[in-house]
């Protein structure tokens, strides 16, 4: 399995425009985490998903953000319009069950907004 | 809601010593315990998972330890290398969901 994959690495983009950010999960990993990670508040969780259904979106800063996972191989979080302090490496993880839980990471999309 | 905290922030150490990186948390109610490391520009990289029945764990050179009753675990790194300088996160497993530590910044000085 080659992980979590998250596209693309970069994206530069203007204010006032849309932005989605994919994953792709490792298979069969019923878990899925989108985070936020910038120097001043460190990681943040956005929302999660199990078995393709969001439990918690508690963490979305605001409804310009939404997430989507229509099956267990794609999400995408996406922000609409996009504004300069959304800027940030957005990561996302999978986990499998409850007990074993061990975190996978993509290796993020640095977002920056101008 | 569980407050996670890593101390120091910032470490720089001489190649060959030995150093132990803290992590504390607030509510014990856990089901595991997983240190990352993270490169600059990139990922969050898995070293060691602890879970919430075991005190330690030991990957080569790492050894992290685990006490839940007074909500620490510490990551002790052996014979620190140049190439360990990183970010070291721990993360706490409660409530279906992670939650982070800010990280301590490593520079192993050659």
């Known amino acids: 399995d080659a992980g979590v994959i998250q596209s693309p690495r970069h994206e530069v983009t203007e204010m006032g425009q849309e932005v989605t950010l994919r994953c792709k999960p490792i298979s069969g990993h019923d878990y899925l985490f989108w985070y936020r990670q910038t120097m001043m508040r460190g990681l943040e969780l956005l929302i999660y998903?199990?078995?393709?259904?969001?439990?918690?979106d508690s963490g979305m800063p605001e409804d310009r953000f939404s997430a989507k996972m229509p099956n267990a191989s794609f999400s995408t979080l996406k922000i609409q319009p996009s504004e300069p302090r959304d800027s940030a490496v957005y990561f996302c993880?999978?986990?499998?069950?409850?007990?074993?839980?061990?975190?996978?990471f993509g290796q993020g999309t640095r977002l920056t907004v101008v | 809601k569980q407050e996670v905290t890593q101390i120091p922030a910032a470490l720089s150490v001489p190649e060959g010593e030995n150093l132990v990186l803290n992590c504390s948390f607030t509510d014990s109610a856990i089901y595991n315990l997983q240190w990352f490391r993270q490169d600059p520009g990139k990922g969050l990289t898995s070293l060691l998972l602890?879970?919430?029945?075991?005190r330690e764990q030991t990957s080569g050179r790492l050894n992290a330890s685990l006490d839940k009753s007074s909500g620490r675990s510490t990551l002790y790194i052996a014979a620190s290398q140049p190439g360990d300088s990183a970010t070291y996160l721990c993360a706490v497993y409660s409530g279906n969901q992670f939650y982070f530590g800010t990280g301590t910044s490593l520079t192993v000085i050659p």
């Open positions: 998903f199990n078995n393709n259904v969001p439990i918690d």
């Open positions: 993880a999978n986990s499998y069950g409850r007990l074993n839980t061990e975190a996978f």
């Open positions: 602890i879970q919430s029945s075991q």
